[in-house]
T-cell receptor, first 113, second 118 residues
Framework: LAKTTQPISMDSYEGQEVNITCSHNNIATNDYITWYQQFPSQGPRFIIQGYKTKVTNEVASLFIPADRKSSTLSLPRVSLSDTAVYYCLVGDMANQAGTALIFGKGTTLSVSS | GAVVSQHPSWVICKSGTSVKIECRSLDFQATTMFWYRQFPKQSLMLMATSNEGSKATYEQGVEKDKFLINHASLTLSTLTVTSAHPEDSSFYIC??????????????FGQGTRLTVV
């Protein structure tokens, strides 16, 4: 059973900022939050991972409130090529033996011109 | 990010034959790899956990005798679909994890293998 809840779909236009929120009410102390992007017929591509507060990389930002029960992936100035399915996952990423990530339904982002 | 490579990217096989899919971690060692299956318009479903040097752990409902997993080295896991049938046609994806500085693990996925059984 997936540990996360996301909107099924979102629409945006090129150049806009897109924020996708994920709910993970039962997140455990050792769980990290990871976001992946998937294009059709490709494997998921790592976007960003965080534990608390804010994480930023060259692609996106991840905002995590203090209670960690939700998180928001922020994509600045999206383009048509950002049309994809975005998955939010939580898992114990401090477990050196490896943690199986359980996927929910994801959010299908459609970017139009 | 770290690279996980799958081979082949796609394969078509006849019903009743077996197909082997390879998953390699190219620039890191992975004691654990994971195999997923994805049907059209659906999310990834975890099939099994592949452990180097030991037996794989299968998720409920996944037939271990049909989906043979071998993790012979720290960089290679294989999934063999035995006696394939059309209903086994799917997109198979593997995942491997690597440890960054700070002992946090990041999971990376292969590009997937499209299996079509005719």
């Amino acid at each position: 059973l997936a540990k996360t809840t996301q909107p099924i779909s979102m629409d945006s236009y090129e150049g806009q900022e897109v924020n996708i929120t994920c709910s993970h009410n039962n997140i455990a102390t050792n769980d990290y939050i990871t976001w992946y992007q998937q294009f059709p017929s490709q494997g998921p591509r790592f976007i960003i991972q965080g534990y608390k507060t804010k994480v930023t990389n060259e692609v996106a930002s991840l905002f995590i409130p203090a209670d960690r029960k939700s998180s928001t992936l922020s994509l600045p100035r999206v383009s048509l090529s950002d049309t994809a399915v975005y998955y939010c996952l939580v898992g114990d990423m401090a477990n050196q033996a490896g943690t199986a990530l359980i996927f929910g339904k994801g959010t299908t982002l459609s970017v139009s011109s | 990010g770290a690279v996980v490579s799958q081979h082949p990217s796609w394969v078509i096989c006849k019903s009743g034959t077996s197909v082997k899919i390879e998953c390699r971690s190219l620039d890191f060692q992975a004691t654990t790899m994971f195999w997923y299956r994805q049907f059209p318009k659906q999310s990834l479903m975890l099939m099994a956990t592949s452990n180097e040097g030991s037996k794989a752990t299968y998720e409920q409902g996944v037939e271990k005798d049909k989906f043979l997993i071998n993790h012979a080295s720290l960089t290679l896991s294989t999934l063999t679909v035995t006696s394939a049938h059309p209903e086994d046609s799917s997109f198979y994806i593997c995942s491997a994890s690597t440890v960054s500085t700070g002992s946090v693990i990041f999971a990376f996925f292969g590009q997937g293998t499209r299996l079509t059984v005719v």
